[in-house]
């Protein structure tokens, strides 16, 4: 059971009439694709794009899950610190794959996970609350041991976790960094704290089948390797050399003819699925951090990925989708077997307008919501995809990781920017070192300190 | 203390450069603003938007906190039923006033709040195992009672609950509809139900300050008169004759003008705060339901909301936001004072290149991260403003609710729009209809069965 994606309305001519892509184009876009997909298969030769090849580092996956089998029933929370790539792939894959809180059917045996993204203290705070460091495993994520979002977490919690169990601190810590550079790596080998490497080609937002997610999962007890196994099967149809037979390459094509000929800037994962619904968030950062560029010739460049959740967009979002401006591309996600569906139940007296529901399931009702929304965004002329997604398990959900992190390598290819960069976030963070008093950043520090961007005799109300 | 909105870096020439408002068409937007206003007024006296008036409507919070107080210490969960604006306020003002779950140094009498807002049986049927019916209220919010979604969900949780509590399930139910219309209203006056009454004159997008919002804020404990009084003082400041010391007015206006001169489709919200950050969401609907319209000249129009939450998204959507198309407008929300703010403690040995961050508060490490994010976005040369928020509580959460609801009805009369209706959701509403079977949609059944947009021959991989 795979994925499929049916872009027949993306395509200038499909049942959504004149916004979309020009068959002509879709057909120079296929004679691109050896040469595409040859640069791309060029940089993973030379070692640089190591996520295509996570999927096949099953010894990776089984230290996790030894790992996680040697703390099994010891620890009730697992506390995430980590950000951007460190944790958006995690809590996509927690609400997809996790059983969910309290399922009373299932034995309650595993810890909850709490992902720290960010530092607002009613966020840290709360999680110190609720989380008592005696029964509490900590899993710090950071390639540099030096992103001040996460280190600042870390400074917090190993105070609080020394002051609650005193020497034995270093058994409640496991290290997420790189393998040698960095301040995280000899500060977990002077303690001999667990620790886990994310490895020197596999970049943030392309690292959730490393153990930036593979450790949090053995952990929750995801069925990994079903996950790799789907992502072993999603790359390997991505690299196919038949451009109509790989749904990376044409996905990626459309959404890049869509946005460069049709002024289609926007695109919208539209997952019809609470489990599915931070793909999203997910997806966001993969595209926008990848391809939000300025290419060669100076120009700036990327589509604006943005999300929906189905059914709860039609009551939000639809009404523009539908009625305003043709620049938005859709994907919709489909799932076709809702495990345990539930039945909706016979109407009581006085509410007879409601026959129609009972007897039906939740899982159809969301279905028809799903197929009812794409034919009204079709036949409201949107361009729009469909991913029919077998069930929402590991297996299928890999599939899709894979499918998106490839499909955006392959965009950068198109858009001729490099998707493994982010230049654009340099000046934030010096400009937060400088505020922060960060040594070195005197300098930085004068400027920004100089700086009236809101003065406050203009405009200001 | 109150909001304030620094426009400095919307208008060209600001230090952000050339990608702004032109300093002409501000005077003359300001030049119209008496029109505008006029408009809009005159529109709240013949008794259309009723939204205007809520924050007197002193009766209806005295009765919602009335029934709190009946309840209170009665029940573990409130569970509220409730999709698109019948949900979005209530989940926003859960996250930024509800006292944090297991916050140990409170006393734990409020009950957990879950909102159900979607129909996916993996959300449904989790809510149900979660909240135990003898120990739960049901709020169930539909001004039609005709909501597909909230409705099967209601005959779900009534069959639980009947069969948890018998003939005491009556108690467990609240019903917020219409006063007069619609299958909730005869239901509820038949089992003689406790009800609240969703003014016929308030939209769903702009429902949050009547019983939709107000109940499960009396349940939950948030201090409903200042948030009034907050909404009331953000109300009669976006009513000012005085363009330029009228904040939703000018927001409003720099957006239309962004949007329709300067090619900046896209706004997006971007709260540094982990408590404002669903603010977003609300803030989205708000938007795109009301101006994504077509317009008197049968053009498709309307901006894309978006949003970003600071600092999390500094990893994730900056990347594009500072090298990608200069097509966004930003609004920051800066909170000024972080209650409850953390120390960062100092670091431990080995960890010296975190010394800049010990002794610093995790308020000042975010409130930096805004301001340099600000900045390097402007020097990005990217439109943005920044709305200063004195702190997270009820009062500044209702002036913001006010705000954004008058700048969207403004920005309804500079588009030219009805930014009170949703025409576009009607077709996806009538084919779900058609596909579950409803009476009187055979023809529609019919049509969307026969409709065959993903022809299963052509362009699926």
């Known amino acids: 059971m795979v994925l499929t994606l049916d872009y027949t309305c993306f395509v200038r001519g499909g049942p959504q009439g004149e916004v979309g892509v020009d068959p002509e184009h879709l057909e120079q876009a296929a004679d691109q694709h050896a040469e595409k997909l040859s640069s791309l298969k060029g940089k993973r030769d030379s070692g640089q794009l190591g996520f295509f090849d ?57 810890p909850r996970l709490f992902v720290v993204d960010n530092v607002d203290p009613s966020l840290v705070g709360g999680v110190l609350r609720v989380a008592n460091p005696e029964t509490t495993l900590f899993n710090v994520i950071s390639k540099s041991g030096s992103t001040a979002e996460t280190m600042s977490q870390f400074l917090l919690f190993l105070e609080a976790l020394k002051a609650a169990v005193g020497d034995s601190w270093r058994d409640h810590i496991v290290v997420t960094t790189d393998a040698q550079q960095g301040f995280l790596r000899p500060f977990a080998d002077v303690h001999a704290l667990k620790s886990f ?173 799903c197929r009812a929304t794409q034919l009204a965004l079709t036949d409201a002329g949107c361009p729009n995809a469909l991913i029919s997604v077998p069930e929402v398990d590991a297996h299928s959900v890999g599939e899709f990781l894979m499918w998106s992190m490839v499909a955006t390598a392959y965009g950068g290819e198109l858009y001729g920017v490099d998707a493994f960069d982010q230049p654009g976030v340099e000046a934030g963070k ?21 700086r009236k961007i809101s003065d406050p005799n203009y405009r200001v109300i």
Chains 1, 2 share one sequence.
Request: charged share 20%; proline share 6%.
């Open 54 to 110: 996570l999927p096949d580092d099953r010894s990776t996956m089984a230290a996790c899950l030894e790992y996680a089998e040697s703390v099994s029933g010891r620890f009730e929370n697992i506390v995430v610190m980590g950000i951007g790539g460190s944790a958006l792939g995690t809590q996509a894959l927690h609400a997809a794959l996790s059983r969910p809180l309290h399922d009373s059917r299932l034995p309650n045996d595993r």
């Open 430 to 450: 010096v400009a937060t070192y400088g505020l922060m008093g960060r040594p070195g950043f005197e300098q930085e520090r004068s400027r920004v300190e100089g």
């Open 197 to 369: 490497v994310v490895p020197d080609n596999v970049g943030g937002r392309f690292s959730v089948l490393s153990p930036v997610g593979l450790l949090p999962g053995a952990l929750m007890g995801w069925n990994l390797p079903q996950l790799l196994e789907g992502a072993a099967h999603g790359r390997n149809r991505s690299l196919s050399g038949d451009f109509a037979q790989n749904p990376a390459a044409v996905w990626a094509a459309c959404h890049h003819l869509l946005d460069t000929r049709c002024g289609v800037h926007s695109q919208v994962l539209f997952p019809y699925s609470h489990r599915l619904r931070l793909m999203v968030d997910w997806n966001v950062q993969l595209v926008a951090e990848s391809l939000g560029k300025v290419d060669a010739q100076g120009r700036r460049i990327g589509p604006f990925p943005h999300g929906a959740v189905g059914a709860t967009d039609q009551h939000s979002q639809v009404q523009l989708f539908a009625q305003g401006p043709r620049d938005k591309a859709f994907t919709f996600l489909r799932v076709l077997n809702h495990k345990d569906d539930l039945l909706i139940p016979d109407h009581p007296q006085g509410l007879d307008e409601l026959a129609y529901l009972s007897g039906k399931t939740f899982g159809q009702l969301l279905d028809a919501e």
